[in-house]
């Protein structure tokens, strides 16, 4: 089982940036895609934008693309997104996922192994 830890998260206004990082404690993760999901009270789980074994990037929507990054280092076992100019409805608890395929899904039922998540608040 794959261990992950999100960190990045917090309280920002509205048009803040944040970097959101996720560390996993197995090796040989570069065959494995990795990926960004979210989860706002009361919604269910959506997919953010994930990165395949080469690097490649999916993104959920074409909106989010517009204003997140994601990105992993397969050397330091690493996921990352970065978000620009937040929006009040981008809070949410965002949460890294490890799928043991080469290639992203956007169902949060393709992903085995999740992190605890970290809470970005977004304030208008």
């Known amino acids: 089982q794959v261990q992950l830890m999100e960190t990045g998260g917090g309280l920002v206004q509205a048009g803040d940036s944040l970097r959101l990082s996720c560390a996993a404690s197995?090796?040989?993760?570069?065959?494995?895609?990795m990926a960004w999901f979210r989860q706002a009270p009361g919604k269910q789980r959506e997919f953010v934008g994930g990165a395949n074994w080469s690097g490649d990037v999916t993104y959920g929507t074409d909106s989010l693309q517009e204003r997140f990054t994601v990105s992993r280092d397969n050397v330091k076992n690493m996921l990352y997104l970065q978000m620009n100019n937040l929006k009040p409805e981008d809070t949410a608890v965002y949460y890294c996922?490890?799928?043991?395929?080469?290639?992203?899904?956007?169902?949060?039922?393709?992903?085995?192994?999740w992190g605890q998540g970290t809470q970005v608040t977004v304030s208008s």
């Open positions: 996922a490890v799928r043991r395929s080469l290639q992203v899904a956007g169902r949060a039922s393709a992903y085995a192994d």
């Open positions: 197995t090796l040989g993760l570069n065959t494995y895609a």
